[in-house]
C-alpha cells in the first residue's frame, strides 16, 4: 500500500537518455510527468511480477503514450499472463492504439537474457514472491579503450584503423613495425551496472547474477523486529537485504517497498547499515547518478 | 491527460463525516491518503464515465481497501459495464476481496435517484459526452426547524413533541390550547447542494437538474479559442461552463478538467468570470466548504 509519502513501486534507469521503466505502480505517469522524464524516449518496461502495486499504474501510462501520438512500438518484459490481461482492460476503453505494444514473457525459472543493444544487455532471474517474479539486471558492456591522442598524431594512425585499436587491436604502421595496443591507449573506466531485487524473500540464489553491481535495488518490506512476517509474505527485512549486498560484494545498497506500518523507516536503514554500511532508503524523486 | 501539477478527476464530497467519491482517477487513492481522508468512512463511490482517465484509480483503491480489512459493503455507481470490466480485471489479481462491491448501473437516458439516506438525496442525469455519461447533483433534505429553547420551557413541551415540532407541527397544550409552528421554532439554514457536470459539451438540458446548487463543478477543458475542438470531442469552453452556472443561477462555479495543453489556466478563469463572475479553477486538494 502506498503511504502518505511513499508512492508505489516504479525506477526510471536512463542510459545516454534512453529510458528504461522497472515496475509501474498506480501514479507511476504521474510522477514521470512530475520529474519531467520525457515519454518519448521511453520503450521498454520490465515488471517484476502481477502484483497490483507493481502493475497498475500500466493503463493510465499506456493510453497517455496513446493520446501523445506515440508510433513506436513499446516493449513490455513481463509474465506471459499481462498481455492477456492487458488487452482485456484496454479493448473496454480503446477501439485500438495507435502503436503496438511487444510483449515478452519473462523466464521465471531461469535468469535470461532480455534485451540488448550497443550499450548494455538487460538480464532477468528468477526471485521468492508468492507469484512469479524476476528481478533485473542491468550491465552496461565493457567501454571502449581511450585511444591517446599524441599517439594518433605520433605514428599518423589513420581514422579507419581508430575503431579496432579502441577494442584492443595493436596498430601496424606502414613500415610493418607493430605498435602494442597498451602503448597508445588507456584503460576506460570500468562498465557501471545496476540490479533491482523486488519483490523478495532471501534467497543467495540471486547473489550471482548481481555480482559487484554498482547499484543494487532490495526491497526491505519489513524492519528486522517483522522478520516472521517477512518470511511468511515471501519479503526481506532490512537485514536480509543488506546481508545479500554484502554477499554480492555490490558498490552501494538502496532499500524500499517499506510496508506502510513503518511512519519512520530511519531504524530499517540503520539495521541494513550495520552489515552493509553504504546503504540508503529510497525516496519518491530520488535521483542516483551512478558516477564514473 | 494528467499535467505535472493537475492530477486526475476525483471530487471528495464530505456529508457529516461519511465520505462520497465521485469519479476515481489514477492516483485517487494517494490523493486521498496525501490528505487524509478516512478510508472508512467511504462506502458510496460515483463514476460519471468509463474513460481511464475518470476510472484507473479504481483497481488500486478496491485493492486497498481490501488490504485494509474492509468488511462494509462498497457501493459503486457507474454504467453497467464497469461490473464486467473490474471483475475481469481483478480476478486476476485476487482470489477474493473480503468484501461485496454492490454495482448499481446509471440510467444513461434519464435522471433517476440514485441513492438517499435521512440527509440527502443524489441523482444522476444524462450528460452530452462521446460515451454514455452521467451528472450528479447531491441534495440536503429541507433541514429541521430549529425549535426555541425558551418556548420549550415556557410551554414544558415534552421531549417527545420535539421531533414532530421540528418537523413543522404545531404544539397543543394540556389544556387543548394549539401553539402555532411559527411561534415556538425558527427557520433552519436552507438545505445544502453541490453537482457534478464531467465530462460533457454544452447542453442546456442539465440545468433544470441543477438548478440554484450552491456549487457547481463543471468542466472547462477547453479556452474559448478552441471551442471548435470542444464541440468536435464533446467538451465544454470555459464561458460555456460559465453560461450553464449562470442559466442554473448557482451560487458558485468551480471549472476544472483542463486540457493538459494548458499550462496557465488563468485565461480560462478570466473567460468564464466575464459571464459567472463567481468561478474558480479547481487545484489539486483543493477544500471547499459549502457554508451555512
Chains 1, 2 share one sequence.
Do not use: W
Amino acid at each position: 500500500m502506498p503511504a502518505s509519502n511513499r508512492n508505489l513501486p516504479a525506477h526510471l534507469l536512463n542510459v545516454d537518455e534512453r529510458f528504461f521503466l522497472i515496475d509501474c505502480g498506480e501514479g507511476t505517469q504521474l510522477q514521470l510527468r512530475k520529474y519531467k522524464a520525457k515519454f518519448s524516449r521511453l520503450d521498454h518496461i520490465f515488471i517484476t511480477h502481477l502484483h497490483g502495486d507493481h502493475t497498475f499504474g500500466l493503463p493510465g501510462l499506456i493510453s497517455s503514450f496513446n493520446l501523445l501520438g506515440r508510433k513506436n512500438d513499446l516493449h513490455i518484459y513481463a509474465n506471459a499472463d499481462l498481455e492477456k490481461i492487458l488487452n482485456q482492460f484496454l479493448s473496454h476503453f480503446f477501439t485500438r492504439l495507435d502503436f503496438s505494444i511487444v510483449y515478452h514473457p519473462l523466464n521465471v525459472s531461469a535468469p535470461e537474457l532480455l534485451y540488448e543493444n550497443k550499450k548494455i544487455t538487460v538480464h532477468s532471474f528468477p526471485l521468492k514472491h508468492r507469484v512469479p517474479t524476476c528481478g533485473f539486471v542491468f550491465r552496461e558492456k565493457p567501454r571502449l579503450r581511450y585511444i591517446r591522442k599524441d599517439m594518433i598524431d605520433y605514428y599518423k594512425i589513420p581514422v579507419k584503423e581508430i575503431v579496432n585499436i579502441k577494442n584492443g587491436d595493436d596498430f601496424m604502421t606502414e613500415q610493418g613495425l607493430v605498435i602494442s595496443n597498451a602503448l597508445i591507449t588507456n584503460d576506460p573506466e570500468p562498465a557501471k551496472s545496476y540490479a533491482f531485487c523486488s519483490d523478495t524473500g532471501y534467497t543467495e540464489k540471486i547473489v550471482s547474477y548481481i555480482k559487484e553491481v554498482d547499484l543494487l535495488y532490495h526491497e526491505a518490506t519489513y524492519s528486522d523486529e517483522d522478520i516472521e512476517r517477512a518470511k511468511k509474505h515471501f519479503h526481506s527485512s532490512a537485514s536480509e537485504a543488506a546481508a545479500i549486498a554484502k554477499l554480492a560484494n555490490v558498490g552501494r545498497l538502496i532499500i524500499g517497498h517499506f510496508s506502510a506500518r513503518y511512519k519512520d523507516i530511519a531504524p530499517l536503514v540503520e539495521q541494513a547499515r550495520k552489515i552493509f554500511p553504504n546503504t540508503d532508503a529510497a525516496e519518491d524523486g530520488m535521483v542516483i547518478t551512478i558516477q564514473d
